[in-house]
């Protein structure tokens, strides 16, 4: 197989012969060399239907028309520039007209660079230090965020990573998702709490999705504690409708963070909020932040494609969703599991129940989930190879992908 013997030439090339750890997948990974519409094609000629999507940026599919052509369009232009242009108040203005909680934006390369960009700017605002998590909520990879789980809401926490300081990890507390008692007692106990960052759906582990009102109890918690909210939408952000989680949940959080869906999958990641708090990012304010690719012409021209698109095309958040409803409506009744969905987001957990939270998704029986993602993947479809990662569905997954999605279902489980 070409992708085996690819695989053993990364070894020597790259660490653990990946560039990103999710892609580690045993004995060694596939190698894609094109994808279209829903369906992924390997170097060694297997097509897969894709419920990765890119980890979920790729909410048209792969090679949308539109997005391709408006790229395309851009590289006849020029690809970098150094400069203003006026893409990026274009898809600024956008963005802001479709997020109640956002009336300025800066762009940046990723949704790492974002959530970093937006705790700073949470304590530059405030003057204070400390931030709180979710536990499990991920929300890239700098030192704020790379935080053990487990250890407490109101103990201070330990480093998930090496290289990582103790004194940075100090800085940040944990807490469970859906359990707002344990956010009063936090924030009740920690006076210099600058913000709350918080995947309003857990995507990284799920979708694990909020208790009824737990949202809008956060937002008042967080209010009377006089703590920033800090939404992070890398992942629902336009995935689960135009405004994303808090329009869909009625929650105005401080600030704003998305991810690459806003760019069409081009690289991007965006911050926003309030100009009080916005312009107190540099060269307005104080709180640095800077990037040569901060709004790339080319990733700026394939957001405003997307947009317009998601705007002209809005019922194919429905018909998504229906999709999804007919994968759920395949599993057959004597399937050990719980299949949790939120929009185009989903997954079957291995465990009796829905979980509510990290600790309960840990409970997962991942040995079981291993077998059905073999299962899935030697019948042609391609699901994330961990329980904690959520799959996804697009806009161009047809009846034919589909029926194959609910297939797989119907008869690996």
Known sequence: MKSEELFAEAKNLLPGGVSSPVRAIKPYPFYVKSAKGAVLETVDGEKLVDCCLGYGPLLLGHQNETVKKAAANQLEKGWLFGTPTELELDLAKRIAGDHPSIDMVRFVSTGTEATMAAIRLARGFTGKTDIVKIEGGFHGAHDAVLIAAGSGATTHETPDSAGVPNDVASHTMQIPYNDCEALEEVLSKNKNTAALIIEPVLGNIGPIRPKKNYLKDVREITKAHDVL?????????????????????????????????????????????????????????????????????????????????????????????????????????????????????????????????????????????????????????????????????????????????????????
């Open 229 to 413: 909210l800090i939404f992070d939408e890398v992942i629902t952000g336009y995935r689960l409708g135009i405004g994303g989680a808090q329009v869909k949940y009625g929650v105005k959080p401080d600030i704003t963070t998305l991810g690459k869906i806003a760019g069409g999958g081009f690289p991007i990641g965006v911050f926003g909020a309030s100009r009080e708090i916005m312009n107190n990012i540099s060269p307005a304010g104080a709180v640095y932040n800077a990037g040569t690719f901060n709004a790339n012409p080319l990733t700026m021209a394939a957001g405003i494609a997307v947009n317009k698109y998601l705007h002209e095309n809005e019922k194919l958040y429905t018909k998504t969703e229906d999709n999804v409803k007919r994968i759920a409506e395949s599993i057959p009744s004597q399937a050990s599991g719980a299949f949790v969905f939120e929009g185009s987001m989903f997954k079957f957990f291995f465990r009796n129940e829905a979980p509510q939270n990290y600790r309960e998704a840990k409970e997962c029986n991942t040995e079981a989930f291993t077998k059905f993602f073999r299962k899935a993947l030697a019948s042609g479809v391609f699901i994330p190879p961990s329980q904690f990662e959520t799959n996804f569905l697009s806009f161009a997954h047809e009846k034919e992908e589909v029926d194959k999605i609910c297939k797989v279902y119907e008869t690996c489980l």
